[in-house]
């Protein structure tokens, strides 16, 4: 078979051992939030809407996207992303960013096929439809300073996209530097040292920025808690994020690192966003360490986040999974989260999880791929996890103020926002996946009307947003696995008190860095990193509906500054989708 024709497995991928994914196929319905003895219990939801943790950023929820997507373009899909209020696409896809030649539209030695309709000037004119600002990743692996350099020149001096942020390399850590044989990036540099990336990322700003001054460049950091983070290979002094930012900390303006938690059971993963504070904490300490009164404008930029490496991908789980994680990461300060990824395919079977068929498919529309003799649903039907990420639209648009809330059981997750109208929304998550929720409500800052209130809900089955009048206020009842958003009116006659001012999201003190905890836990021995399901294992091969229906908001609107498109690399072959985007091979070790 050509070189580019297996099937490959999603993105960041392959972070567990040699027979993970029977494992995951086998847990998949087990390990959900048990029923317990106070399951009837009621659950207290604290509102406070005069403090405020952050402001909605104006990439709002991103995605993922790659050059060999011919079908990122059409109409159906332009107008399911917009509808789902994505604000950011990243482009040109992953792995296969570090192959990627921009000016050519050609890939790795130049002889694969790629789309012709993916090119980076088509790119810019989806971007533009969907209301959506580019971030784009810059070739390292086989590329330039003085590649990236043009391509600036071109997307803002001479077509005048004004394109803002630019990543240098996809996850430039995978280049086999760490021990596991040639890694899954492609790093063509003779020495794949951290040292010797930060050396030319600060090339690459030099040679950017003398063309646009006002771009953004990002440094591509390792995950705190996950593989290779704290890791030396010989030779080296230091990791890779104190190398890179010890060298490169003064030429740069955002952080990135990707985040898939993983897990072995669906509860896993629903539990994984409260540690995402611990990762932030991390991440700030490592940057006020190295960028001194610089600090508090580095942004944190997720630009890969999404469900691969767990039971549930595309089901309902890892719908109520999204927008819990997006919130969460702009609570604690990230200004970019991309949802890996539009269309992605696979080659797993289906499962079932809770009754429920996941097709193991990291994309939010199908594919129409086909594995172990199953096939997925027509092309572009939306799975659930398209549904959870457009719940969003419902609670906040770009530049509403994330004020504090606070639950009395993990069972049930609450994100509040202050709308630009005056209003107060509240995003309910039941993750139970058998048990309704009964919720008490109280509120500071804020005096809600009186009366039932409109809510904007999906559930488990369903084929979209469901708007209605439900519960007040103060008491509602949550269907099991559910996320139910109100849409809070201010009382009669009363003024809500403003938010306190947004805290700054720096460290304190950055010679005491705070744990090292992450999605895969708290940070440890490579062997201990290896254990988790999520961890990179080092050297060793893995294995081998309807989109209409009432709409929460508007979603994004058009009059966001456009650019590109982000992600991943996927070309159609004879109906099976094949992912070029991450280098996917079965002796990757990812």
């Not at 890791?231 to 990135?256: H, M, Q, R, Y």
């Not at 209605?468 to 006659?493: D, E, F, M, N």
Request: aromatic share 6%; charged share 15%.
């Amino acid at each position: 078979m050509p070189r580019g024709r297996t099937p490959r497995r999603s993105p960041m991928r392959r972070r567990f051992v040699a027979g993970a994914v029977a494992v995951l196929a086998a847990s998949a319905g087990v390990g959900a939030l048990a029923p317990s003895a106070d399951a009837a219990a009621t659950v207290g939801i604290k509102v406070d809407a005069g403090t405020a943790l952050g402001t909605v950023p104006s990439s709002g929820a991103g995605l993922n996207l790659g050059f060999g997507d011919e079908h990122m373009g059409d109409a159906n899909v332009t107008s399911l992303m917009k509808a789902a209020g994505v604000r950011q696409l990243r482009y040109p896809g992953g792995s296969g960013a570090d192959e990627y030649h921009w000016k050519t539209h050609t890939s790795g030695d130049g002889k694969g096929w790629i789309p012709s309709n993916t090119n980076f000037d088509r790119f810019m004119t989806i971007a533009k439809k969907v209301g959506a600002q580019p971030i784009l990743t810059a070739n390292y692996g086989s590329g330039t300073a003085q590649e990236a350099a043009d391509w600036v020149k071109y997307a803002n001096v001479e077509k005048g996209y004004g394109v803002k942020y630019w990543e240098i390399g996809n996850e430039v850590y995978g280049n086999g530097h760490y021990g596991n044989g040639k890694g899954w990036e492609r790093d063509d540099h003779a020495d794949k040292s951290p040292r010797e990336y930060a050396k030319n990322l600060v090339a690459y700003s030099k040679a950017m920025k003398a063309v646009d001054p006002t771009v953004k460049i990002g440094a591509v950091l390792t995950t705190p808690g996950g593989w290779p983070d704290k890791e030396k290979a010989p030779g080296d002094t230091a990791d890779w994020n104190n190398t890179v930012l010890s060298i490169a900390g003064s030429s740069i303006d955002f952080c990135i690192v990707h985040w898939y938690p993983g897990g072995k059971t669906t509860a896993d993963l629903l539990n994984t966003p409260s540690k995402i504070a611990g990762t932030t904490a991390e991440l700030r300490s490592l940057i006020a360490k190295y960028t001194g009164s610089r600090a508090a404008s580095v942004e944190i930029a997720v630009t890969e986040n999404g469900a691969v490496g767990s039971p549930a991908q595309t089901s309902q789980a890892a719908a109520l999974f999204a927008p819990d994680t997006y919130m969460t990461w702009f609570e604690q300060g990230a200004t970019h989260v991309d949802w890996w990824n539009l269309h992605n395919g696979t080659d797993q079977a289906p499962t079932t999880v809770h009754g429920q068929t996941d097709y193991q498919d990291g994309g939010i529309l199908s594919a129409g791929t086909c594995a172990g003799g199953k096939c997925e649903p027509p092309r572009d039907t939306t799975f659930p996890i398209y549904w959870g990420i457009r719940s969003l639209t419902a609670l906040a648009q770009p530049g509403d103020t994330i004020v504090k809330s606070s639950s009395g059981n993990s069972s049930v997750t609450v994100h509040a926002v202050r709308s630009g109208n005056g209003g107060l929304n509240v995003m309910l998550t039941n993750k139970s996946p058998e048990n309704a929720a009964e919720v008490s409500l109280s509120y500071a800052g804020f005096t809600p009307a009186a009366g039932a209130v409109t809510t904007v809900s999906y559930g488990k089955g369903d084929t979209a947003l469901t708007t209605a009048k439900r519960g007040t206020a103060v008491a509602q009842t949550l269907p099991p696995y559910s996320i139910t958003t109100l849409q809070l009116k201010p009382a009669s006659g009363t003024a809500a008190d403003k938010p306190s001012p947004v805290p700054t999201k720096t460290a304190a003190a950055p010679a005491a860095p705070a744990p090292a905890v992450s999605a895969l836990g708290t940070t440890g021995t490579r062997a201990q990193a290896e254990a988790k399901i999520g961890a990179a294992p080092v050297g060793r091969p893995t294995p081998s509906s309807n989109a209409s229906g009432p709409l929460a908001s508007t979603g994004a609107s058009s009059a966001v500054t456009y650019s590109g498109l982000g992600g991943l690399l996927v070309i159609a072959a004879g109906g099976m989708l094949v992912l070029r985007g991450r280098r996917r091979r079965a002796s990757h070790g990812k």
